[in-house]
């Protein structure tokens, strides 16, 4: 099994659906990071998570929130989805920042 | 504001041809830099981490070099199956989070 799990694998949405995605990890870390890719963007980070009472803002995290349900799940909603969100949504974990993180294989996200 | 830049965006090379993919990067104090492997359709690998200037790091046909403004990751001898999208990250400040670049695409042909 992989370490850091996403689901849906693929989602296509409307335009104005919530919609969530789901992450779980088996690594025990307690840091958390949901981003975004886009081509030729690299990857941005939307919001991050310490702990189970921790949530942070990352750089791009209008129009998303996000829920640390147990130290192994984190979830990323988008309220009202629009098709600039349309994208590759990946999960992180990590001992600590700066230390080796584990991916998961991504959420591929269109927003019609 | 930290910038994190790769280049080139994408290189195509041939089995044996070996090169060099860049990460210039502008932060005021960077605590380390890192770069992962994507391959198609998953999530990043963490290939290396490097943490001051001079510092190199090998793995295979990789190596990873760091400079004061720059990071270069050398791949000797390429074979196809090193044909991925490497990315490089910055970290400036213990505790700050990664800044990644746009990723170098390379491919490389039989």
């Known amino acids: 099994d992989a370490d850091v799990t996403q689901t849906p694998r693929n989602r296509i949405t409307k335009t104005g659906k919530r919609i969530m995605l789901e992450c779980s990890q088996t690594?025990?870390?307690?840091?958390m990071y949901w981003y975004r890719q886009d081509p030729g963007l690299g990857l941005r980070l939307i919001y991050y998570?310490?702990?189970?009472?921790?949530?942070n803002k990352g750089e791009i995290s209008d129009g998303y929130s996000v829920s640390r349900q147990a130290q192994a799940k984190f979830s990323l909603s988008l309220e009202s989805a629009i098709p600039n969100q349309t994208a590759l949504y990946f999960c992180?974990?990590?001992?600590?920042?700066?230390?080796?993180?584990?991916f998961g294989q991504g959420t591929r996200l269109t927003v019609v | 504001e930290d910038q994190v830049t790769q280049s080139p965006e994408a290189l195509r090379l041939q089995e044996g041809e070996s090169s060099s993919l860049n990460c210039s990067y502008t932060?005021?104090?960077?605590?380390?830099l890192f770069w992962y492997r994507q391959d198609p359709g998953k999530g990043p690998e963490f290939l290396f981490t490097?943490?001051?200037a001079g510092e190199e790091k090998e793995k295979e046909r990789l190596k990873a070099t760091l400079t004061k403004k720059e990071s270069f990751l050398h791949i000797t001898a390429p074979k196809p199956e090193d044909s991925a999208t490497y990315l490089c990250a910055v970290q400036e400040g213990a505790g700050n989070m990664l800044t990644f670049g746009g990723g170098t695409r390379l491919m490389v042909k039989p």
């Open positions: 490097l943490y001051s």
């Open positions: 998570s310490f702990d189970v009472k921790d949530i």
């Open positions: 932060v005021s104090g960077l605590r380390g």
């Open positions: 690594k025990g870390h307690d840091r």
């Open positions: 992180a974990t990590s001992d600590f920042v700066g230390g080796e993180a584990f």
